[in-house]
């Protein structure tokens, strides 16, 4: 596991409807849940590992109700090792292993999106 990618700390922020994580080298970042949930990389969700299964056109295509904006609760969150973060989300959707690493990838904060955070 690489020291960026390395938490410290992590919780639900339930009233903000977001994941909150605090990483060994100081940095925080802040997931708003209806994007954690969309970006699920379950298999089930992230048919761009079986691309045999893409729909024509490429487009990918979520599954499991549909659940609007503001509305997806975490109900459920559990370690997976050292290194992920397990969800069961309110839509009853629970296979997606969300490591660290790829937390860490997702930070939505302006430095980590202008690529200074790495
Ligand atoms: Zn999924
Ligand atoms: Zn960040």
């Known amino acids: 596991m690489g020291f960026v990618s390395d938490p410290v700390d992590y919780g639900l922020e339930e009233d903000r409807r977001q ?3 605090r990483w ?3 940095h925080e970042s802040r997931y708003p849940l209806d994007d954690l949930r969309k970006v699920c990389p379950c298999a089930d969700c992230h048919t761009a590992e079986r691309p045999a299964e893409r729909p024509q056109g490429g487009l ?3 599954t499991g109700p549909v659940i609007g904006r503001g509305e997806i609760r ?3 969150m559990a370690p997976v090792g050292r290194y992920a973060l397990n ?3 309110s839509d009853g959707h629970s ?3 969300y490591s660290f690493d790829f ?5 939505p904060c302006e430095i980590c999106r202008s690529g200074a955070g790495q």
Do not use: H, M
């Open 95 to 97: 296979t997606g292993i």
């Open 74 to 76: 975490i109900v459920q």
């Open 103 to 107: 937390l860490r990838s997702l930070c």
């Open 60 to 62: 990918q295509v979520l």
């Open 87 to 89: 969800f069961t989300w």
């Open 19 to 21: 994941l909150y994580v």
């Open 24 to 26: 060994r080298d100081g």
